[in-house]
């Protein structure tokens, strides 16, 4: 039987293997979440939205006659990336994450590690600062437990509610970043503390690389614990796993 395949998306990586598998023309499916308000056209089918947890994914991979999933959601999409775990283990079907290596301090960095959106919060005692915060809407609310901060808040749409946080300053935008436009993005707005997650990859790194040439120190959130799923790196290897 031909594979059907479902790529669980919503990162650099995901588009980018989107375009190797329609141009080798496997049948395959795109999954968004739907958080952003117009993402980005991919040269696959394309759905939108969340499955119903764990019996919603295992009804979608019977309906839709799915042999293969691939996981390329980002590596802090914990919950989807468990869902797809356990759906695949309970329905038999193939399944594998397309992940990318944590990013690694190098000379010249000052990154200050913590374990999750409550470990920044702490962190982030003390005198007020001007912070960049390239986390994502859903975990901007917690910021308001240390008010005295000016937050620059990168996002991807324009928040529909106005954050509760004191002082602000929203920039729409989406990545792929560049070095020269986040060293810019920094400079212009006096960042003095970069908040991030530890995402790894290509999409998000240029805000590490501006912020050690311009000595910035960097909170880093480790990344959450994911299922013990087998892994690839590159989007050949995926067809190759696919072929096997
Ligand atoms: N977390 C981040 O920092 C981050 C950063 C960049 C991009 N993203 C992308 O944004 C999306 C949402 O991230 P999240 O952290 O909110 O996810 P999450 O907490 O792991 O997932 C929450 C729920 O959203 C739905 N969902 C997530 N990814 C989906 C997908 N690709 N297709 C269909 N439904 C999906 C599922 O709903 P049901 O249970 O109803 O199926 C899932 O249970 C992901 O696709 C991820 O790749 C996340």
Redesign the pocket.
């Known amino acids: 039987m031909a594979p059907k395949l479902l790529l669980?998306?919503?990162?650099t990586e995901?588009s980018l293997l989107a375009r190797t598998l329609a141009a080798r023309g496997v049948e395959a499916v795109f999954?968004?979440?739907?958080?952003v308000s117009s993402p980005k056209a991919q040269p696959l089918p394309t759905?939108?939205?969340?499955?119903?947890?764990?019996t919603?994914?295992v009804q979608y991979l019977q309906e839709h006659n799915i042999t293969h999933v691939v996981d390329?959601?980002?590596p802090?999409?914990?919950?989807?990336?468990w869902?797809a775990y356990e759906a695949c283990q309970q329905v038999g079907t193939d399944l594998v994450a397309l992940t990318r290596p944590a990013w690694q301090a190098q000379a010249g960095d000052h990154w200050r590690p913590v374990a999750d959106i409550d470990g920044v919060v702490d962190a982030l005692a003390g005198e007020a600062k001007r912070v960049l915060l390239a986390?994502?809407k859903?975990n901007v609310p917690a910021f308001a437990a240390q008010p005295q901060h000016h937050y620059v808040l990168r996002l991807v749409d324009q928040p529909e509610v106005t954050p509760e946080l004191p002082h602000h300053t929203v920039v729409v935008a989406r990545g792929p970043f560049d070095v020269a436009g986040d060293r810019a993005l920094m400079q212009k707005h006096g960042i003095e503390v970069v908040v991030c997650?530890n995402?790894g990859g290509i999409g998000a790194e240029a805000k590490l690389t501006a912020a050690r040439d311009l000595g910035l120190p960097v909170i880093m959130i480790d990344r959450p614990a994911l299922p013990p799923r087998g892994d690839v790196a590159t989007a050949e290897a995926v067809l190759d796993w696919l072929a096997g």
């Open positions: 669980l998306g919503g990162t995901a999954s968004y979440a739907g958080r759905r939108v939205g969340g499955f119903g947890g764990v919603g994914l390329a959601t980002h802090f999409a914990a919950q989807m990336s869902n986390l994502g859903l997650k995402a």
